[in-house]
């Protein structure tokens, strides 16, 4: 059973700071990785992918990869009330496994 | 279309009715997932297509599911028999190719909320 765990939260983190999103996964063999961002009473949007160990940079986010211990994380630098949603990690090279979310809250 | 486009948005349906779900994939998209979203869980996954084809069903919870892409676009999620506990809402996502590995990543459609009383 390949399993993703995240931590539940909720995570509060006031406007302009970084927020710290982590993930683990089980599946030694996987190689892609996702973050997904949903509000309320929407479907997941994707913001961020990444394959190899490491950073990836997009705008104010960073996702990090390490396969060693595998774990994923993102940050979001300067955090924005826009930012408050659950995010979902996501591994799996064609169907995905996701966590359950973590519901971040940027308070202003 | 521009985005994966799904319907009803909505469905209410009684116990025992016969429900199907209708997904419209991005253009050129040969990959297609169907996921079920309970209300604080991530996405779970049901049975993904490549092509016409199911590629892999294993997350179809019994055979009251049933899903079919006959010419390798539109998808139709079939539930027979509801029960209450198959209220949730049904996401479906297309990718280019269906292997994450090669770079090509799965967007979402905007999920249909089916509710069984």
């Known amino acids: 059973q390949k399993e993703v765990e995240q931590n539940s939260g909720p995570l509060s983190v006031p406007e302009g700071a970084i927020a710290s999103l982590n993930c683990t996964y089980s599946d030694r063999g996987s190689q892609s990785f996702f973050w997904y961002r949903q509000y309320s009473g929407k479907s997941p949007e994707l913001i961020m992918s990444i394959y190899s160990n490491g950073d990836k940079e997009d705008g104010r986010f960073t996702a990090q990869l390490n396969k060693a211990s595998q774990y994923v994380s993102l940050l979001i630098r300067d955090s924005q009330p826009s930012d408050s949603a659950t995010y979902l990690c996501?591994?799996?090279?064609?169907?995905?496994?996701f966590g359950t979310g973590t519901r971040l809250t940027i308070i202003p | 279309g521009a985005g994966v486009s799904q319907t009803p948005s909505n469905k209410v349906t009684e116990k025992g009715k016969y429900v199907e779900l209708r997904c419209d994939p991005i253009s050129g998209h040969t990959a297609l997932y169907w996921y079920r979203q309970s209300l604080g869980q991530g996405p779970e996954f049901l049975i993904y297509?490549?092509?016409?084809?199911?590629?892999?069903d294993s997350g179809l919870p019994n055979d009251r599911f049933f899903a079919v892409r006959p010419e390798g676009s539109v998808s139709t999620l079939k539930i027979q028999r509801t029960e209450r506990g198959d209220s949730a809402v049904y996401l479906c996502?297309?990718?280019?190719?269906?292997?994450?590995?090669?770079?090509?990543?799965?967007?979402f459609g905007q999920g249909t909320r089916l509710t069984v009383v």
């Open positions: 996501a591994g799996g090279d064609e169907k995905l496994t």
């Open positions: 297509f490549q092509g016409t084809g199911a590629a892999d």
């Open positions: 996502a297309s990718s280019l190719t269906g292997q994450a590995v090669l770079n090509t990543e799965a967007f």
